[in-house]
């Protein structure tokens, strides 16, 4: 079925009625009940530094400066500059006119394995012109970006012209090229069901996205369990498909240890523990690092640090 698919609306609209639906009721109740999975102290230990190697630590705000971006790639680098053995983060998360200053900043402190993703394609709304879109994602990937987070046009899916987004991606994707590893935003707080975040996740797929991202953090709900569960479903089934593993990237919402064990669960029951790594799975994030820190020290040690242990951010 999926040689079929040529780009045209027919044939993608052939392909993604014939999903078969999701189960609301039995996709909440899963997700609910893998939720109150608990694991042992020594599990939990290599689970905290896994998780820290799956954030793409985000800064995306108006008032970012200069500075607080190379706080925060120091940050990522070095988490914890009392303990060398903290392992850095996945990603430094940024706007476009902040990649260049991040790049550079991590390449002088010895962070070359860390790249730096770009919100790209008109952040966070997508309502731009295909010729803003593809500029904005040059200039990322010329000023540094090794990964480009883009977002669909939320308003082209839902009224139903998916060639058109099918198109958007595969030409944003086209523009990556090797240089870049592309992660579609689905924005599911705005996609109403999960019948239209499993098309929207497959859709992506097919156009040649790398990883599918759940939200930009700015629209709740964001990351919800059952929509990462519903995710994660649909790049477990497109590997059975075509062979090839696509990765899934929560956003919006996930702050905590707790929060953060609960998606390493929902992965490794849903995808297996093939996907437990960070070129599969990362969890976009700002106030989550330093919640895993202050977990981590308290394994260690048997106490909790005082306040000034962790930067603000």
């Known amino acids: 079925m999926i040689s079929l698919?040529?780009?045209?609306?027919?044939?993608?609209?052939?392909?993604?009625?014939?999903?078969?639906?999701?189960?609301k009721v039995g996709a909440e109740a899963r997700a609910a009940m893998l939720a109150t999975?608990?694991?042992?102290?020594?599990?939990?230990?290599?689970?905290?530094?896994?998780?820290?190697?799956?954030?793409?630590?985000?800064?995306?705000?108006?008032?970012?400066?200069?500075?607080?971006?190379?706080?925060?790639?120091?940050?990522g680098f070095r988490p914890d500059p009392t303990d060398?053995?903290?392992?850095?983060?996945?990603?430094?998360?940024?706007?476009?006119?902040?990649?260049?200053?991040?790049?550079?900043?991590?390449?002088?402190?010895?962070?070359?394995?860390?790249?730096v993703a770009a919100v790209s394609t008109a952040f966070p709304s997508g309502r731009a012109s295909m010729e803003v879109k593809l500029r904005d994602t040059k200039d990322a990937i010329e000023a540094g970006a090794g990964e480009i987070d883009m977002v669909i046009d939320r308003g082209a899916f839902l009224s139903g012209r998916l060639g058109e987004v099918f198109a958007e991606i595969k030409e944003i994707k086209s523009l990556c090229g090797d240089r870049a590893h592309l992660k579609v935003i689905l924005e599911t707080g705005e996609l109403a069901t999960y019948d239209n975040v499993r098309k929207a996740s497959y859709l992506a797929m097919l156009a040649g996205a790398d990883f599918i991202k759940t939200s930009t953090g700015k629209v709740t709900p964001a990351a919800t369990a059952p929509v990462v569960l519903v995710m994660l479903e649909a790049v477990r089934d497109f590997y059975k498909l075509t062979g090839r593993r696509i990765g899934v990237k929560p956003a919006g919402g996930i702050r905590t240890t707790k929060d953060a064990i609960k998606q390493l669960v929902l992965v490794n029951e849903t995808t297996g523990p093939e996907w437990l790594t960070p070129d599969l799975f990362r969890i976009g994030a700002s106030a989550l690092l330093n919640d895993l820190l202050m977990q981590r020290m308290k394994l260690r040690d048997g106490r909790y640090s005082g306040s000034n242990y962790v930067t603000v951010d």
Not at 37 to 49: E, G, H, N
Not at 53 to 66: I, Q, W, Y
């Open 37 to 75: 999975r608990s694991i042992k102290t020594t599990s939990k230990a290599k689970a905290i530094d896994l998780a820290i190697r799956m954030v793409d630590l985000t800064t995306l705000e108006g008032a970012d400066t200069p500075g607080k971006v190379r706080s925060l790639c120091a940050k």
């Open 5 to 23: 698919i040529d780009g045209s609306e027919s044939s993608l609209r052939a392909f993604l009625d014939n999903l078969p639906g999701v189960d």
């Open 84 to 115: 060398v053995t903290v392992p850095h983060v996945g990603a430094i998360c940024v706007y476009n006119d902040m990649v260049e200053i991040a790049r550079k900043h991590l390449d002088s402190i010895g962070g070359h394995e860390i790249p």
